[in-house]
């Protein structure tokens, strides 16, 4: 059946918006010294995190196994999301201060905006909401059993425990470095503020990400970008109150602030994966249509290893991905090239 379109409305997009902060980046750190089965895929190698662990005192050790076993990093993210925080000290003392009632809900997770009632009656220690908020997120990987803690622990040592593994981690680790950390966030951050008016909101972020498409969805009117360097090479994707967040890596020029000749690495994944003759013959293969491994190589008459190889080099510039079994180009990350091009000569 055919359809005519009456309405000229646009296509619903997000708004970006971009924070950063020390205070992140103490979080982050937590969230990946106690994350065991992660830890041997982030940029920093197994013995930087060895040292530190080796490095710690035994209080601050005990906090981080109870932060590895009860996943209590999210709630310090958690918290930090409420305010723009200035220092720790306001942090901690925003911390001691919270209603035992909303210092409940705010560790919660959020789950979407028709839980809120939900989330609510949880937080009060309703048995009924807990188990069934349980049920609903039966199939993340721990918020379950994070839910259930933070509904039955007390409030009191909880919020001793994190004052204790925040101000434990930060001055044992962040803080000889806070200057230096600071500088790399606030580079980055000045670098993605630029582009805001440059590029659209889902390029936007797919660029700050390193690859990451995020559709508009209902009810989610904000995407908030928070640089981090910690956790590289990861993005970690989370949910609050209309607000999708992702706490993206920092690129290569910002942890070298000073030396401007400095390109961003995903751009040079990009120009090296488009420098050779039979890439970019997929490439333009793949603009006309998704197609099969098959099809690129009956099209380009070249064995299945060659082009197998070929597309892994495009899929790591992330300007490949399968899609249904086929291989799809990104035509955003085509697009953004002389962008990001403008944005390295004019810096």
Not at 237 to 254: C, L, M, Q, R
Request: glycine content about 4%; overall charge neutral.
């Amino acid at each position: 059946m055919d359809v005519l379109s009456a309405t000229s409305r646009k296509r619903e997009t997000y708004q970006v918006q971009l924070q950063y902060s020390v205070l992140w980046e103490c979080a982050l750190g937590i969230a990946a010294i106690t994350n065991t089965p992660l830890i041997k895929t982030l940029e920093k190698p197994v013995e930087y995190w060895q040292g530190i662990k080796e490095s710690l005192p035994t209080g601050l050790l005990v906090e981080l196994d109870f932060v590895g076993n009860k996943n209590t990093w999210k709630a310090l993210l958690q918290l930090l999301h409420k305010k723009d925080f200035t220092d720790l000290t306001e942090f901690t003392s925003y911390i001691r201060n919270l209603s035992m009632r909303d210092f409940t809900f705010i560790c919660l997770p959020f789950i979407g905006r028709s839980y809120q009632e939900l989330r609510g009656s949880a937080s009060l220690g309703q048995e009924s909401a807990i188990k069934e908020m349980m049920k609903i997120t039966n199939d993340h990987l721990f918020f379950p059993s994070y839910i259930e803690f933070i509904c039955q622990a007390n409030g009191k040592r909880l919020k001793e425990h994190l004052i204790n593994v925040m101000t434990g981690w930060y001055e044992a680790v962040v803080k000889s470095d806070s200057k230096k950390l600071h500088t790399i966030l606030q580079t980055d951050y000045v670098m993605r503020n630029k582009m805001i008016d440059k590029m659209s909101s889902e390029e936007l972020v797919e660029w700050a990400t390193g690859g990451i498409v995020y559709m508009p969805e209902p009810c989610v009117h904000n995407v908030l970008l928070i640089p981090q360097y910690i956790y590289r090479p990861w993005t970690i994707e989370a949910d609050i109150e209309g607000t999708k967040v992702f706490y993206y890596p920092v690129a290569n020029e910002s942890i070298t602030p000073n030396d401007r000749y400095t390109p961003n690495n995903l751009l040079v994944l990009k120009h090296k994966a488009l420098g050779d003759e039979v890439r970019l013959r997929i490439v333009k293969l793949l603009y006309e249509q998704d197609r099969t491994l098959q099809d690129i190589t009956e099209q380009l008459d070249i064995g299945k290893s060659t082009i197998h190889h070929h597309l892994k080099i495009l899929r790591a510039a992330k300007l490949v991905e399968i899609l249904d079994a086929k291989y799809s180009l990104k035509r955003k990350a085509i697009d953004m090239l002389s962008k990001e091009l403008d944005l390295y000569l004019n810096q």
